[in-house]
C-alpha cells in the first residue's frame, strides 16, 4: 500500500482549510515539503486546485485528525481499506538474469522448431528479447549460430510453462480464424487406432508386409545332401545281420 493519500495536493489543501494541523504534520501525512503547505495556506501555491476530503475517501479517520490536533508532534497514518489491493505489474521489458542471459539464442531456436506458429512479438515477450535476434536465428545469420542448440525455455527457466502454453493456445487460435477466413478446412487430429481396426491391417498384410523380407534357406547341394533311412530299411537290414549270423 501507498504511505500517503491520493492527490497529496488536494488533501493538503482539505486539510489546511478543515483543520488545525500544523503545516508540518499536513507535509508529512501528504508527503509533500512543509514550505509547499504554507504555500497553500498562503494562497501561493495549489489556487486551481480544488480540497479533497480524505475522510469521505477513506484514506484518514477523525479520530486520528483530533488526535494530531491535540498533539503537534503526533505523526497521522494513513487508514488501512477494508479490501487489500493488488499490486498492479508495471508492463515493461522482461529481466532475465545475467547467468541465462547466454541461454536465450537456444530457447528461441527450440520455439522455432517447435512452435512455428508462435509471433515474433510472442517470442520476444515470453524470453525477454529482440526481433533481430529472432531473425537472425530464424535465417541462421547470428553471429553464434554454430553453437546453438534447440533446448526447451521451460527446462532452462527463461519462461513457466502456462505462459508458454498460453501464447501456443492464442496462436493455434488465431491460425484457426484465418484458415476461416480463407475457407480452408481444419485438419483433422490425429488419434489412435482401435485393436480392431489394427488387426484388420495386418489380416490384409502378409507376414513379409509386418516382420520385413525372410531370408531364404540356402539350398543344399544334391551331392552333400545327407540322406535320411526310412524305418524299413533300417529293419531290413537288422533281419539280414541275423540271418548271416
Known amino acids: 500500500m501507498a504511505d500517503k493519500p491520493l492527490m497529496p495536493r488536494a488533501t493538503a489543501v482539505w486539510l489546511v482549510d478543515n483543520t488545525a494541523l500544523t503545516f508540518k504534520q499536513i507535509a508529512e501525512f501528504c508527503g509533500l515539503h512543509e514550505l509547499e503547505v504554507q504555500g497553500i495556506a498562503d494562497g501561493e501555491v495549489a489556487q486551481g486546485i480544488r480540497g479533497v476530503d480524505p475522510i469521505a475517501s477513506g484514506q484518514l479517520t477523525r479520530e486520528e485528525i483530533e488526535k494530531g490536533e491535540s498533539d503537534p508532534n503526533y505523526r497521522l497514518q494513513l487508514a488501512k481499506p477494508p479490501v487489500e489491493l493488488p499490486q498492479t505489474k508495471r508492463k515493461g521489458p522482461k529481466y532475465t538474469p545475467v547467468s541465462k542471459r547466454q541461454d536465450k539464442p537456444n530457447a528461441i531456436a527450440w520455439l522455432l522448431k517447435n512452435h512455428p506458429e508462435l509471433t515474433d512479438a510472442q517470442i520476444s515477450r515470453l524470453i525477454g528479447t529482440t526481433r ?101 530299411s533300417v529293419f531290413a537290414g537288422l533281419k539280414k545281420e541275423d540271418g548271416d549270423s
Do not use: Y
Open 132 to 232: 533481430n535476434t529472432i531473425e537472425a536465428i530464424r535465417s541462421r545469420t547470428h553471429w553464434n549460430i554454430a553453437e546453438i542448440t534447440p533446448k526447451d525455455p521451460v527446462t532452462l527457466g527463461l519462461c513457466k510453462q502456462v505462459e508458454l502454453d498460453e501464447a501456443v493456445a492464442k496462436a493455434a487460435e488465431k491460425a484457426a480464424k484465418e484458415r476461416a477466413k480463407k475457407g480452408i478446412p481444419e485438419p483433422a487430429p490425429e488419434t489412435l487406432k482401435t485393436p480392431e481396426e489394427t488387426l484388420a491391417e495386418l489380416d490384409e498384410k502378409s507376414v513379409d508386409d509386418v516382420f520385413g523380407q525372410q531370408p531364404e534357406a540356402p539350398a543344399a547341394s544334391e551331392a552333400g545332401e545327407e540322406q535320411v533311412p526310412d524305418a524299413e
